[in-house]
């Protein structure tokens, strides 16, 4: 059982990024997911959660600082979550984790998470 984050790199402050996390091993239709970053010598912070309240119907949960630029969503079908970032700032720059619950509730704690992606860095240029 993994995530596999991608889609990170360099971009121009003011510009666009698409993650995406693809789980395996298992589904994660029933789990709820979410993105977290840590920027060096920070904590990792909460970025974005989404669960399932039933058939196409998703809560969202947004940090202050993204709320407005950022957009979760997730593919159940191909058992995957993606981050669309906008309007990206040079605070942005950190490297980006998803993570998984095994339980379905929006959670802005780390430790709530079970499992964890490898990362993927995120760096915005002024």
């Known amino acids: 059982v993994q995530l596999q984050a991608s889609g990170g790199g360099l971009v121009q402050a003011g510009g666009s990024l698409r993650l995406s996390c693809a789980a395996s091993?298992?589904?994660?239709?029933?789990?709820?997911m979410g993105w977290f970053r840590q920027a060096p010598g920070k904590e990792r912070e909460f970025v974005a959660a989404i669960r399932r309240s039933g058939g196409t119907i998703y809560y969202v949960d947004y940090a202050d600082s993204v709320r407005g630029r950022f957009t979760i969503s997730r593919d159940n079908a191909m058992n995957t979550v993606s981050l669309t970032m906008s309007s990206l700032k040079p605070e942005d720059t950190a490297v980006y984790y998803c993570?998984?619950?095994?339980?379905?509730?929006?959670?802005?704690?780390?430790?709530?998470?079970?499992?964890w992606g490898q990362g993927t860095l995120v760096t915005v240029s002024s």
């Open positions: 091993g298992r589904t994660f239709s029933n789990s709820a």
């Open positions: 993570a998984a619950r095994t339980v379905d509730g929006l959670s802005r704690i780390p430790r709530e998470y079970d499992l």
